[in-house]
């Protein structure tokens, strides 16, 4: 048996309050900017709260964060055409990389079969964004309440919808 003693320090509460202060402004802002998000970019479907991607793109902005797609292609998945696109999340303050996403928008989907090319695209992208938001911001979207989900309003199947 050892009689050798451990001493622990706690940490100076400047320390601890320097850990917390990231969550700490991310709750104070949210429980400004919440009740907007909820209000004007999100949609219920049935007991769940899902946040658009220009909610989630708003909290990005308002922690100096924007996103940008780095490209979208063509793809073909067992004999089905989609859009493939991929985006990044950048920290504006250096133009660093921080987070990223990628989706697909399929030609056989029912709400978007008919149409346009370019539309189809486009949701690629902004499903690719919601992913890369959710990834990077999710975490946010669960201060915004208790029946807020953490996946954005487009990455959800028309279906559900």
Not at 46 to 52: A, E, I, K, N, W
Not at 121 to 146: E, I, P, Y
Request: hydrophobic content about 45%; charged content about 25%.
């Amino acid at each position: 048996m050892s009689h050798e003693i451990t001493v622990r320090r706690k940490a100076p509460v400047e320390q601890v309050d320097a850990q917390l202060a990231p969550m700490m402004l991310l709750r104070d802002t949210l429980s400004v900017i919440g009740p907007r998000i909820i209000r004007e970019h999100s949609s219920r479907i049935g007991d769940r709260q899902y946040v658009h991607v220009a909610g989630a793109t708003l909290i990005a902005a308002m922690f100096g964060h924007h996103v940008r797609e780095v490209g979208a292609r063509r793809i073909d998945i067992d004999g089905v055409g989609a859009w493939e696109a991929t985006v990044e999340i950048i920290r504006a303050a250096d133009g660093m990389v921080v987070g990223g996403g990628s989706a697909i928008c399929c030609d056989d989907e029912k709400m978007w079969a008919s149409r346009p090319q370019y539309a189809r695209r486009a949701m690629a992208s902004t499903r690719a964004a919601g992913r890369a938001l959710r990834l990077f911001f999710g975490h946010a979207f669960t201060m915004l309440g208790d029946n807020v989900a953490t996946v954005t309003l487009e990455e959800m199947p028309e279906e559900s919808k």
